[in-house]
């Protein structure tokens, strides 16, 4: 199974010491379910950031007399 590639899904087989590895047809590895759970968890504090970002500002935009609504 080692370098196998399905012929109807395209996907690669790889076997490390570790794991399995699966890698897409354009090469990529797919990844790991603790991957994919942080990578979700890394976009999550991003968009909590810019939602606090955007937050200040329109404080700021309301505090000199601007309604950000109306822009």
């Known amino acids: 199974m080692v370098g196998w590639v399905s012929p109807r899904l395209g ?5 490390t010491e570790e794991e399995l590895q699966i890698y897409r047809p354009d090469g990529d590895r797919f990844l790991t379910f603790l991957e ?3 990578q979700r968890q890394q976009e999550r504090q991003r968009a909590e950031q810019a939602e606090a970002q955007l937050e ?6 309301q505090e000199r007399g601007i309604n950000p609504d109306q822009l």
């Open 56 to 61: 200040a500002l329109r404080a700021l935009l």
């Open 36 to 38: 994919l759970d942080q």
């Open 11 to 15: 996907v690669r087989f790889e076997l």
